[in-house]
């Protein structure tokens, strides 16, 4: 899962906080391959959990900004992820094998929730600026 235009749903503050995602957790990816994987893995997981929290709230606050219908139905899909992540996080503990699991959960997770639903917000964004110009 590398970063790539694909990625893109065409509003620049959420997609250079996507593709900051992305160079985290390709950092952690990289991480596992260490022997020291669990000290190092887990300021980085640490960071790109803090990197999530911000940008969801950069996320919402700028579905609300712009009047997304489903703005509040998407903070709750953001909302349930976070409470899954913790439960998750405080069940494996600091183990190397537990840490790429959620590693590889993280990932995947946002990797497909910016191809499904933040892609929505960014063509609702399309639609709404089409509309403005006509
Ligand atoms: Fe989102
Ligand atoms: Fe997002």
Redesign the pocket.
């Known amino acids: 899962m590398q970063w790539s235009d694909d990625y893109r749903i065409g509003e620049p503050t ?1 997609d250079n ?2 593709s900051q995602l992305f160079k985290i957790l390709d950092e952690c990816r990289r991480a596992l391959s260490r022997l020291d994987a669990a000290q190092v893995l887990h300021p980085l997981l640490d960071t790109a959990f803090e990197h999530a929290e911000g ?2 709230q950069r ?1 919402e606050a700028l579905m609300r900004q712009a009047e997304y219908p489903d703005a509040e139905g998407h903070a709750g899909i953001h909302r349930s992820f976070l409470g899954q992540l913790a439960l998750i996080r405080r069940e494996i503990g600091a183990e190397g094998p537990g840490l790429a699991f959620l590693y590889e959960y993280l990932h995947r997770w946002i990797a497909g ?2 191809l499904i639903s ?1 892609r929505k917000f960014g063509e609702f964004l399309d639609r709404r600026s089409v509309a403005a110009a006509e």
């Open positions: 959420l906080d996507h940008h969801f996320e929730h910016i933040d």
